[in-house]
C-alpha cells in the first residue's frame, strides 16, 4: 500500500536519509519519534507535499514524485486539523463528497453513518467551527477525511492537543474505524501511549533516520539501539560483558557491576562481548516473601532497598538500589500491587529481573 | 526600585504625549478645514454640476482601476505568497516600484511611453490615453495594483497553506482549491484591499495631471479640482473638495478597520 525505498530528501536545516518503509494494506502503521525528529517531513514527503531527492515512493501503486500521486484515494489530516473557517460544519465534512460529485442520497447516508460513529451527529447543524472544541474538531477533522472514503489516511499527531480523557475517547473510536472502514492508517505520533494502543507496527524515528520497525511487543522488549530504548521508557539500562554463553544450556550469563544476569543465550554474542543490558520497569518483580516463587521469576533474585517513591497517575516508580549494582533499578507498580505488598520508602525488597524480559544491545 | 518606577511612569507619559500631540495636530487640521468652509459652500459646490461630473468622474476611474488592479493582483500575489521561483526577489521588487516612485515621475514615465512613435502608433490606432479618461484609469491602475498586490500577499500568506493541501487530497484540482478555499478565506482581505485601492485612486493626482491633464468636465478628478481651485484662488470650492478627500479617508479607514477585525485568518 506504501512503499519507500532508499529515500533521501533535503530541507533548509534536515535532512531524511535512507528511509525504506512498507505499509500493507489494512495495516495501522504508526511513526513514532521525538519532536524534531522529522516525522512531519517524512509524512509530507511520501504525500508528495514535498520534493525528495533520491529513492522511490509508492502510494497504493502510483508513483509519488513532484507533486501528489494521482489516481489513489489519500486523504490528509494534518496536525492543526485545517478545518475551514469558512464553512459550516456540514459543509466541512461533505466537502470532499461534493467536490468528487458524490451522489447527494449516498453522500447524506454516508454522512449520518460517520456523524454516528463518531458522535458528531449534534454538530452538523451548527453555522460555524467557532463554538468547536478541540475534541470535536478532531471529529469532524476526521469525518472529512473518511466522507471520501480513502483508501489510505494519513494521520499528523492527530491527538496531541487533546486533554487524556478525549484522546483515549478517540484512540477507542479509530479502532473502531479502522475495523468497520477497513482503511490503510499512516499515523505520526510522539506519545508513546499512543503509537503502541494504534499502531500494528511502529517506526521509530530520530533525527531524520528510522531506527527500528516493528510490532509493539518487539521495540518494547527488543529495542536495537540504546537510543530507542530510552526513547521508549526502558529506563534501566546496564552496562556490562558477557561471562558466559552456553548454547547447549540456551543461557548466558553477563557481569554488570557486582552482580551476575541470568538470561536466554544470544547467539551472536560470545565471551568477552560488552554489552548493555536492558529491562523495562514493568518487568521488574518484587518478589512477596510470603508467596511460593512462579517459575519465571526464579532467576535474578536480588536484594534491594526502596531509595525514591514518585507517585504517576496509574501508581507508582519506585527507585531500588540493588547490592552490587552501581545503577539504580526502576520499577512501575499498578495502586493496586503497591497496596498489596504494603511498602514505605526505605523498604528493603527482593527482587526479580525477569530473565526473558531482559535483553542486549552490544557496545 | 523607586528608581524605576519612576523611569516607568516617564515612558508611559512620554509615549501618551507623543500619541496625544499627534492626534491633536491632524484632528486641527480637520476642524480648521471644517471651520474655515461657510455652510452654504458645501450646497454651492457639490450640487455644481461642474462638481457632480468631477466626483463622478473620479469615482467611475477609481472603480475601474481597482476593479482592473484586483483582477491582477489576486493571482499575482496568491502566486507570489505560495511560491518560491528563480528571481522572486527580483519580480517583488518590480511590481514595487509603483509604490516608491513619486506619482509625477511614474506619470512622466508613462507620458513619455505613450508619446513615443510605437505609443503614437497605439493611440491613433487602438486606444487612446493621453487627456483622455482611459488615461486616469490607467495611471490609477499602474499605481493601486502594486499596492492591492501588496496587501494581497500578505492576507494570502496569512492563510495557512494546509487548508489547501488538505482539499487537494479531498479532490480538489488547484483552480477548485483556490476558488473554494483559498479565495473565500482572503475574502475580507480582498475587500479591504479593493477599499485601499479605491481610496488610493481617488486621491490620485500627480501622475493623473501629467498623462490626462485636468480638463473640466473630461479629465478634472477631485484631486485636480483642488488644484485647479487652489490655482483660481477659489478657497471656500477648494476645502469642500478636500473635505471630501477627508470624509472618503475616514470612511475608508474604518471600513478596511472594521473587516480586518472581522477577518478569520
Redesign the interface.
Known sequence: MIRIRGLFANFDSFRLEDIHLQVVEGEQFVLLGPSGAGKTLLTETVLGLRRHSKGEILLGGQAVRGGPADGVSVSYVPQDLAIFPHMSIRDNITFGARVRRMEPASMRRKLAELAALLDITDLLDRPSTDTLSMGEKQRVALARALIVEPRILFLDEPFSSLDFYIRRQLIEKLHEIKSTLSVTIFQVTHDHEEAFMLGDRIAVMFEGRITQVGQPWELQRRPVSLEVARFLLAQNIFEGEVVEVDQEAGTMRTRVDGVCLVSPAVEQFSRGQKVSAVIRPEEVHIIRPDRPLGAKVRENLFDGRIDKRIPTSGGYVLTTRIEGLRTPVEIRLSNCAFDDLDLTSKSRVRLSLKADALWFIPR | MRARSVADRSFSVFTWAMLGLLTAYISLIVIALFLRVNADSYGDTLLSGRALSTIRLSVICATIASVLALLFAVPIAYQLARKNFPGKNLIDTILDIPIILSPVALGTALLVILSSDAGRHFQDNLVSFTFATRGIILVQFSIVVALAIRSLKAVFEQI?R??E????????NRW?TFL??SL??A?SGIIASFILAWARAVGEFGATITVAGAVSGKTETIPSAIYLGLAEVDIQETLVYVLLLVFVAISVLLGVRLLTAKR??
Open positions: 495557512d494546509r487548508y493541501e488538505v482539499a487537494y487530497f479531498l479532490g480538489c477548485q473554494r478555499i473565500p478565506m475574502r478569520s485568518v
